[in-house]
């Protein structure tokens, strides 16, 4: 991934963060020489994300995906969020030299490694569980697999197989317009939040506004 200095993040907190309120991961692998995505949600057991800690997750038996982690295969998985149009006329700089063109803002997590595929039932089945917790841990009244009866599970397990990510390499991209002066970015900030239906446009402006040096007089 191209990444401009100004616009590299390497806050492991941050981007474990980022993949956790953001799990559907987009898995390109190469199938037979020809590249295939598919998107599946993925979890962290260890809590965080680091060079050498696995990600899981799970597919469909009849997803022939899964056999790129039979044969120990690379793949790339992307995981993306907040994003954001950027229109010239958010800078207040625009008014006085013109010198500025329309951008996007966003943030995506990279990560390479190398996929395994798991077949074990009891590895499956706690696989389904991680991920089952984690989604129904904002409910009320979360749902819990051992909720479905005992033979419908086996029955599920039967036909899905899981996957595990060794991570290898770990790239992170937050453009956020760090390279505008702050006054600028404070611009962009109102025009996003005049966007109160969107809540991608809310939370991009709660991301620059992170960057803080927001005050008029100071130049990024």
Known sequence: MYIPSH???????KISQFIKTHPLGLMVANVDGELVGNHLPFMMPSGDVDVGSKLIAHTAKA??????????QKVLLVFSGYEAYISPSSYPTKKETHKVVPTYNYL???INGTLSAIQDEKDKHQIVKILTEKME???KDPWAVSDAPKDYIETMLANIVGVELLVEKIEAKWKISQN?????RQGVIDDLRENVEDSNSLEMAREIEALG????DHQS
């Open 63 to 72: 997803n022939p995906i899964w056999e790129v982690g039979e044969k120990k």
């Open 180 to 184: 505008r002066p702050a006054r600028d």
């Open 137 to 139: 841990s904002s409910r």
């Open 108 to 110: 995506s997590v990279h």
């Open 7 to 13: 616009f590299l993040e390497t806050d492991l907190k």
């Open 213 to 216: 040096g927001l005050k008029p």
